[in-house]
């Protein structure tokens, strides 16, 4: 059990929900027989992750007044994660999302088991119910982009950044892109791009990159946005390249005995913004500490594949050094 925090450092803003795993890998939808509910959501991944790592977080989002919801709510709680600004809608459920698997265990989204995608509480976020406290204490937001795919919670995110430029909070941001998640898909693009200029650490799939930017630089990414302040480029077992602060490099990944690669990038997001709480930016002062910031990163976002689902494999901070020191 982890202990319950107030004044978190980060906040983590958008969906959480249950990840429906097909037990049978290698199977489309209609052939699976089975499912194994895993809690999810990326950022609140992001907030478990970095609480088990020891930067305090809360998380910001809507669930259902439903057992799915009670549920999540409970994890979080049990995890250490400041659930204050969790809402509960009357009517919409919690979002559930179906995901099938390939043999290697790399996951593809099925769908949401029938109902619209518009049609669940993180759809409802009510940017009146903020709890502007939460930020006067935080340093760092984190935000997804799948919940700009519904107006109310759109609106929500946009107070968010309005309160984290009134205290002064750095915007990370993790694309994230899902368009199945969006009524309108062709909408994504000019909202993202939007919402970019408030950013000032982007960590996005190489694939994202190339939809967004069409280029996967991370150099020239970051030249392109002029007012990010670095950018991560994640390709899986690929590796990510990185611009931060000025220092650009490569890192190869980490090779691990794959179990599940669901939440692996939001423990990433989740190592890199704990490196900027525990020793601040100027981690980002020279090329060899902005190396081992990622570094660091991405031995988070590995070892959450050793085990099925995003939360419960994450590691704590004691496990990351001391699989740093046996590498």
């Not at 958008?14 to 795993?21: V, Y």
């Not at 020279?286 to 988070?300: F, L």
């Amino acid at each position: 059990m982890y202990a319950t925090v107030t004044n978190s450092r980060v906040l983590c803003l958008g969906e959480i929900l249950f990840d429906r795993l097909a037990d049978q890998l290698g199977r489309s939808l209609e052939q699976v027989e089975s499912w194994t509910d895993y809690p999810g959501g990326a950022p609140a991944n992001v907030a478990c992750a970095l609480v088990k790592l020891g930067t305090s977080a809360g998380f910001i989002g809507c669930v259902g007044s439903d057992e799915p919801g009670n549920s999540l709510v409970k994890l979080l709680q049990e995890v250490g994660v400041d659930s204050n600004g969790v809402q509960r809608h009357p009517t919409a459920p919690t979002r559930q999302v179906y995901v099938v698997r390939s043999e290697n265990g790399d996951r593809e989204f099925a769908g949401f088991g029938g109902l619209d995608t518009s049609q669940f509480a993180d759809a409802f976020l009510d940017a009146s119910k903020l709890p502007e406290p939460l930020f006067e204490q935080a340093e760092f937001l984190v935000l997804g982009t799948l919940e700009l795919a519904y107006p109310q919670t759109r609106e929500a995110i946009h107070k968010a950044l309005k309160l984290a430029d009134r205290y002064d909070l750095k915007i990370v941001m993790d694309i994230n892109w899902r368009p199945m998640f969006w009524p309108d898909p062709s909408a994504a693009v000019p909202l993202i791009q939007d919402l970019l200029k408030q950013v000032d650490f982007l960590k996005i799939a190489k694939e994202e990159a190339e939809l967004l930017f069409e280029t996967a630089d991370a150099g020239a990414i970051t030249h392109r946005l002029d007012s990010v302040e670095g950018v991560l480029v994640t390709d899986g077992d690929k590796g990510c390249v990185y611009c931060l602060n000025e220092h650009e490099g490569t890192l190869p990944a980490f090779a691990m005995n794959v179990q599940d690669t669901t939440g692996a990038g939001d423990g990433f997001v989740a190592g890199f913004v704990h490196q900027l709480c525990q020793h601040g930016l100027k981690c980002l002062a020279t090329p060899e500490s902005t190396q081992n910031v990622v570094k660091y990163a991405s031995a988070v976002g590995a070892l959450t594949t050793l085990k099925p689902g995003a939360i419960a494999a994450q590691p704590t901070a004691q496990e990351v050094e001391a699989f740093l020191e046996n590498w």
